[in-house]
């Protein structure tokens, strides 16, 4: 069974850094394609991040607009860990954090548990 469990969630102030962490088990980590998202309270799940793999275990990333240049998505195949760098974090980038990966028909179709990222002003 494919699941994937996150960490690294937490509290940090305005300015400063937190990097998620989501290890996937039951399939093979570079089959699969992954992103993150996060969801706030009372507002709709927004998209983060993502990666496509290209090959030789390389990918493509892409990212949602307000978070280029301050987030980063990356993985450590070797442990079949998805990452998500979060830096300059602001009270509008607090909400929960999923990973997710997409399944045959390039849906999100697994998804983590979520992390609780807070920022304080």
């Known amino acids: 069974q494919f699941q994937l469990v996150e960490s690294g969630g937490g509290s940090v102030q305005a300015g400063g850094s937190l990097r998620l962490s989501c290890v996937a088990s039951?399939?093979?980590?570079?089959?699969?394609?992954m992103g993150w998202f996060r969801q706030a309270p009372g507002k709709e799940r927004e998209f983060v991040a993502s990666?496509?793999?290209?090959?030789?275990?390389?990918?493509?990333?892409s990212y949602g607009t307000s978070m280029k240049g301050r987030f980063i998505i990356s993985t450590d195949n070797a442990k079949d860990t998805l990452f998500l760098q979060m830096n300059r974090l602001n009270p509008e980038n607090a909400a929960v954090y999923f990973c997710?990966?997409?399944?045959?028909?390039?849906?999100?179709?697994?998804w983590g548990q979520g992390a609780q990222v807070t920022v304080s002003s």
């Open positions: 990666l496509r793999w290209r090959g030789g275990g390389t990918y493509y990333s």
């Open positions: 039951g399939r093979t980590f570079t089959d699969l394609n």
């Open positions: 997710a990966a997409q399944g045959d028909l390039d849906r999100y179709d697994y």
